[in-house]
C-alpha cells in the first residue's frame, strides 16, 4: 500500500508537468482498459481505479470502509491518498498509465530480456524490440543503406507505432560500414508516370510527413552511428536527443554539391547546436565533420573506438531503458517544448518547399545525372 500511495504522491508531481489528455483521451483510455488482453495486476487496478475516481469525481469524498473491508479499505487508500489532485491531472496520469499498459496493434510489449520480437516486416527496414528499446535499423548495406521513398515511409510508420509502443526509447542505427548514404538519389528515377513535377511534390510532402514524425517523437530518440552518414542521415540528428556515433563515422551534408538546400530543420538546429559559422560551413560548402569534429561541435553526444562501440553503448542503452519512462518523456517534453515543436514544424514545412522548387532545378537535376551515369560521387 506504501508502494501505491508513493507511486500516485509521484504522480501528483509529475502530473503538474503535463495537464494534456482530453476528456476523449480519457474516455478512450477507458475503454481500452476494458480490452486489455493481460491481467495488469492488483497495484496497477487500484492504481487504475483511484485515478479514475479522482478524475470523475474529485477528491474522496467517501467513509472509510471498516477495517475487515480489505479490499474496498486499499481502494479507498488509494483513493483518498490522492488528496486535493485536479481532476485533469489525474485524467492525464489515467491515460498515461493506460497507454504504458497497451501495446498497439504492431507493437509488441516490452518482452522479456534477451527476447528480440521484430515488429515490422520489412527488408530494408528492420524494427525490433528488445530490453525496452525499440531499434530501427536501416538494412541496404550494399546500397550503403541509402534511404528509398518506400523506406521514408515505412520509417515514419515505424516511428508512429514506437511512440505507442510500450518501449522506453527508440534506438536508430545502420547495417554494415555505413549508417547511411542518404537520399537514394534513384528515387529522382523512379517516379512512375516519369514526371517529375509529379516526384517533388509527393517527395515534399513525404518528406515532411518523415521529418515532423521526428519533431514529434515523444521517447528519448537515440542515434548509433556506426559509420559513415550522408545528407538526411545526417540532419535528422539535429533532431535526435543522444547520438552515440563511431570513430570511423563521418558527417557529410553535400547538399550545395547536388543543387539542393537543408533539410530535417537543419537550418535550423545546427546553427543552434554548433553555432552559425560552423553550421554554415557544412550546409552551404559541404564540408565533411570526422566523429571527433562533430562530438567538438555539439552534434554527437559521445564517440567510441570502433570495435568497443556496439558493446559499449548497448550496455548503456539497456541501462537507461530501465529507468522510469513517464519521467523520461516528460523530462523531453519540457526540453523539446510544445512551441519549441511549432517551430521545427513551421521550419520543416519551409525547408520542404524550398526542396520541392530545388529538385526541378537544372543544378540538381544535372547532380543527379552525374550521380547516375557513374561521373559523380561524393
Ligand atoms: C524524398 C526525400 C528527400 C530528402 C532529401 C535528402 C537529401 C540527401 O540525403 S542528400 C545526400 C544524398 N546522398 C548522396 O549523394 C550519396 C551518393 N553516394 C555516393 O556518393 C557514394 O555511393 C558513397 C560516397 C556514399 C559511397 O561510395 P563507395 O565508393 O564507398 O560505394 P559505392 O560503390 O558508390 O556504393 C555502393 C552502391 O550503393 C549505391 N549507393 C550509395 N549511396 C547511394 C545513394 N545515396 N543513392 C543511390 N545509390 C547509392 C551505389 O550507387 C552503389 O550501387 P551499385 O553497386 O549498384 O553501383
Known amino acids: 500500500l506504501l508502494q501505491v500511495v508513493r507511486f500516485l504522491a509521484a504522480r501528483v508531481h509529475l502530473g503538474r508537468a503535463t495537464m494534456r489528455a482530453s476528456q476523449k483521451d480519457f474516455d478512450n483510455a477507458v475503454k481500452q482498459v476494458k480490452l486489455l488482453k493481460e491481467d495488469p495486476g492488483n497495484e496497477v487496478k487500484v492504481k487504475l481505479y483511484a485515478l479514475y475516481k479522482q478524475a470523475t469525481e474529485g477528491s474522496c469524498n467517501v467513509p472509510k470502509p471498516g477495517v475487515f473491508d480489505f479490499i474496498n479499505k486499499v481502494k479507498w487508500d488509494a483513493w483518498n491518498a490522492l488528496g486535493s489532485l485536479p481532476k485533469e491531472t489525474a485524467r492525464q496520469n489515467y491515460v498515461d498509465l493506460v497507454s504504458s499498459l497497451i501495446p498497439s496493434s504492431e507493437a509488441s510489449s516490452r518482452g522479456e530480456p534477451g527476447t528480440q520480437e521484430k515488429l515490422l516486416a520489412s527488408e530494408d527496414v528492420v524494427v525490433t524490440s528488445e ?8 538494412n541496404r548495406p550494399t546500397k550503403k543503406n541509402a534511404i528509398t521513398t518506400q523506406m521514408y515511409q515505412e520509417i515514419t510508420q515505424a516511428l508512429k507505432t514506437a511512440s505507442k509502443d510500450n518501449s522506453a526509447m527508440t534506438v536508430f542505427t545502420g547495417n554494415g560500414d555505413y549508417y547511411s548514404s542518404g537520399n ?195
Open 131 to 138: 530490453d525496452g528499446i525499440t531499434k530501427i535499423v536501416f
Open 184 to 378: 537514394d538519389l534513384t528515387n529522382f528515377t523512379s517516379t512512375p508516370s516519369g514526371n517529375i513535377e509529379e516526384f517533388a511534390k509527393r517527395g515534399a510532402d513525404i518528406l515532411r510527413d518523415f521529418v515532423d514524425t521526428f519533431i514529434d517523437f515523444p521517447k528519448p530518440l537515440v542515434a548509433v552511428v556506426n559509420g559513415p552518414a550522408v545528407g538526411i542521415s545526417v540532419t535528422t540528428l539535429g533532431l535526435f536527443d543522444v547520438v552515440y556515433a563511431s570513430d570511423k563515422a563521418t558527417f557529410h551534408t553535400p547538399f550545395s554539391h547536388l543543387g539542393q538546400t537543408p533539410e530535417a530543420c537543419s537550418s535550423y538546429t545546427f546553427p543552434k547546436i554548433m553555432g552559425p559559422a560552423k553550421a554554415n560551413e557544412m550546409l552551404i560548402f559541404g564540408k565533411k565533420l570526422t566523429a571527433g569534429e562533430a562530438y567538438a561541435q555539439g552534434l554527437v553526444t559521445e564517440v567510441f573506438p570502433d570495435s568497443t562501440l556496439q558493446k559499449e553503448v548497448w550496455a548503456r542503452l539497456k541501462a537507461y531503458a530501465k529507468l522510469p519512462p513517464n519521467a523520461m518523456r516528460i523530462s523531453k517534453s519540457l526540453i523539446k517544448s510544445s512551441s519549441e515543436r511549432e517551430k521545427l514544424h513551421a521550419v520543416n514545412a519551409e525547408e520542404c518547399t524550398t526542396l520541392q522548387a530545388r529538385w526541378l532545378s537544372e543544378e540538381c537535376i544535372g547532380a543527379v545525372t552525374s550521380f547516375m551515369s557513374r561521373k559523380a560521387k561524393l
